[in-house]
């Protein structure tokens, strides 16, 4: 738009040297063509705020057409949709008192275009020839301006949402001097700085990014790169703890200013998972390998010494190696419930049944699998049967039982009971062994949890089986808990409900 300097120039120059009516025409067609180009929309009003004409843009933007509107009123244009009250009051002080009235800001609804935004700029001029006065009113539309401002204004706080609530820490730095310009609460929180602290300093002055240099030398790195990410760094803490984090940090620019934005995320937990998950292959792995050497080994012997071997000692090597078979075949079956519960598969086939002959059977077995100890079965007459998955409830009785004899001493008694609780059947299994010092007692549930058991011959296991058994027991309804003490014996109770009716 030409400076109002600028026209009264042209002009000047249009009409030079002209005969003064023909300078006269030349001079308003100048001004009428300045008016029809305007983007903003231009109504000339007379004194009782009739419409005298409008610009090319007032009926391009309000969709209406020359005598739709003039010599109307203004408040009855279209559907009365240029009535509004605030314009009508300005308008009328402007022909009474003011002259004019300047960036006054109305929203109004418009049957055909929608809702419109517009500041609103009047003057009234004096025309002499006329002798009367006229308002020339000024309409420009911000309804993009401001629907654009709305947007980024929601996009601002979306933005803040994002990073003030994200689980994972945000800095952005400035990227030419390093500075930090901003840090979100995740951060603070895992580094234990207050933003004070933080802001304003330099990346690498804030200790938290191992020593100094460092930092330096990879900032550097990053202006470079643009991108660069570091998938295992040791963040310090105010308190001088080490925090393991992935940093990613990237260059971009926000309104020509280049800024770096350093995500960095906890990965202690992660750590620790790929820790376990080594710990877990190695463990099960050797678990695995030492019963099968024992069976290549047995059957080999068997194999190849055929004939010098007596049938006591082939039956004993046979024997030998269908146990560790049988082992074997546990702990898989162990891991597999895992797996099953873990991928939400577990599924039960309950049905009543008589518990005592599930927890016979399991006797029987472990009896002849290891006749070290001796084991006796104590369910009273007239147990009511309980909703259970038969070989679910196996499984739980096997682990007990095989547990109760690991850590207990060979001759000792190890006792499989049985009592009714209201809906429910408790089943007990205890032995005369190591016990479980009470600060031990919900930790054994957790994956992989072996105690010690100062004195006694280490045993194997992969600390799997009473978490396999709280799973199955959860599955059924039920819970699992224990009674022991360090040297007094251990007894682990678990409940079943009882088939519905019994
Ligand atoms: P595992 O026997 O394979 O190590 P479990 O999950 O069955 O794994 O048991 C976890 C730990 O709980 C065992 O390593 C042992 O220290 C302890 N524990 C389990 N049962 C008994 C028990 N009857 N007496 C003493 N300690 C036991």
Redesign the pocket.
Known sequence: MKSRKRVIEDIKETIEGKHPEQALQEALGYVQSIIEMMRDSLLVLDDSLRVISANQSFYDIFLVRPEDIEGKFIYELGNRQWDIPELRKLLEEILSDNTTFEDIEVKQEFPDIGQRVMILNARRIYSAEIKAQRILLAIKDITKRKRAERELATSELQYRRLFETAHEGILIVNAETGQIEDVNPFLLDMVGFSKREILGKKLWEIGMLEHANLSRERFRVLQDRKYIRYEDIPLETKDGRQVDVEFASNVYEVNGKKVVQCNIRDITERKELDRLKDEFIGMVSHELSKPLTVITGCMNTVLDEATNLSEQERTHLLRNAALQADALTHLLGNLLELARVQADRLILHAEPIEAQFVAKSVVERITEQYPTHKYSLNFPPGLPPVDADPVRLERILY??L???R???PEGSEVRVFAKPDKDNVIIG?S?Q????ATS?HE???GSF?????VGFKQ???????????RRLVEAHGGRIW?E?APDA??T?FFNLPCKRGA
């Open positions: 682990n007990l095989d547990n109760a690991k850590y207990s299994v032995d062994g190591v016990g479980i031990d930790k054994i549930f949890e072996r105690l010690e058991h045993t194997k296991g992969i600390g799997l089986g009473l978490l396999v058994c224990l022991s014996g251990s682990f």
